[in-house]
């Protein structure tokens, strides 16, 4: 069983990631777990912070002569602005946020509290643990992508640009819908036995866990309401070259809470920024007395960014799911459980 836990305020000293449960003899090259974390800073929209954090992962534990241990591993990775003693008190809750909700809910009368934990900065840690996971998962050549599919409504590349320069213009943010693809896993990851261990539920939990994500779809998704039955199930062929296969994916790639061997693919539907540089109405907490939210150094639009966290929370979905089918602690193990399954289910 694979678990983590992260720590870590947006300006506070940096980010920590702890996983446990890799097997041991997973070969690892932290410039890949570096290069995950760069494509979490990219896309067009970020805001000012991501010019000053480059972030790099330092490897605390877990891994000795670039293979991991069995051991828990740790990542450190360092906030370059670690200005967290000395930001101001915010005291005007930023709607959209967990401001409000977050001061109330531990009694404090300062929102940093909650917003320098609350802060997606967060999602750093989840992207090199994700890294880790991805690195496990290509052993067994199973590929994790995303992309972007609409910003504000709008499809085409020259579009998306568009909507962000406008938001940019009236100082306003927008969100969009993005696409996760995992390919190259076999049937059986997941399942139909008890409702948590369905790979369903566990993919989707792990994407609305992201910052933001506020709607999640498996395959057709919403798109499977206004269609007949007949038009929308995956019919299945057995041919001796591939085994047993479908000629359409409308499924996802899951079926009663279990892999089905086609890729899975999932959507997710990210809301716009709440930070605007025109904030909306708020109430300062102190005098009780009507104010404008706080205004934070913010991004304008990150939906690239949450597809690079989605593939990572994805991957250790994934990973954990190949870890509880081919259990073992040592990789090799694993790779004999797995060629033995594929053997039995050819
Ligand atoms: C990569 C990433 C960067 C984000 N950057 C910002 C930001 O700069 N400003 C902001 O207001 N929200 C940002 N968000 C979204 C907020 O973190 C999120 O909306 C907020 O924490 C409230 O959580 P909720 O939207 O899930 O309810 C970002 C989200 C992600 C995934």
């Known amino acids: 069983m694979l678990r983590y836990l992260t720590a870590g305020e947006s300006h506070g000293v940096g980010l920590v990631a702890i996983l446990e449960g890799m097997p041991a003899g997973l070969k690892i090259n932290p410039a890949r777990i570096n290069e995950e974390l760069k494509r979490r800073q990219q896309g067009f929209g970020r805001g000012k912070r991501m010019e000053i954090e480059k972030d790099k992962a330092r ?31 915010v005291t005007c809750p930023r709607p959209g946020h967990a401001d409000l909700a977050g001061l109330l809910k531990y009694g404090f009368t300062d929102a940093r509290n909650v917003l320098e934990r609350a802060s997606a900065r967060e999602t750093a840690s989840r992207v090199g643990i994700g890294a880790i996971c991805k690195i496990f998962l290509e052993v067994f050549k199973i590929r994790i992508s995303s992309k972007v599919l609409s910003l504000a409504g709008e499809c085409s590349q020259a579009g998306m640009r568009e909507k962000i320069l406008e938001a940019k213009e009236k100082k306003d943010t927008v969100g969009g819908i993005f696409e996760v693809v995992a390919r190259g896993l076999p049937c059986g990851l997941g399942s ?135 259990a073992s602690d040592a990789l090799s193990d694993i790779k004999d459980n797995y060629q033995n399954y594929l053997k039995r289910i050819c």
């Open 59 to 89: 490897i605390i534990s877990g891994i000795r002569k670039g293979l991991t241990l069995g051991s828990p591993i740790a990542l450190f990775i360092e906030n370059k602005d670690s200005s967290l003693e000395r930001l101001p008190r």
């Open 192 to 326: 139909y036995v008890q409702a948590d261990r369905r790979l369903d539920a566990r993919l989707s939990q792990a994407l609305i866990s992201i910052p933001g994500i506020k709607g999640v779809e498996i395959g057709l998704g919403f798109g499977y309401a206004d269609k007949f039955g007949s038009g929308v199930h995956d019919a299945i062929y057995y041919s001796k070259n591939k085994g047993y296969f479908r000629k359409t994916n409308r499924a996802g790639g899951i079926e009663g809470g279990i892999s089905n061997g086609e890729d899975i693919v999932l959507g997710a539907c990210m809301k716009p920024i709440s930070t605007l540089i025109n904030p909306l109405d708020s109430v300062n907490i102190i005098t009780k007395k009507p104010a404008k939210a706080s205004v934070e150094r913010s991004d304008i639009c990150v939906v690239e960014s949450a597809g690079v966290i989605a593939e990572s929370v994805c991957a250790y979905v994934l990973a954990d799911a190949f870890l509880e089918k081919f």
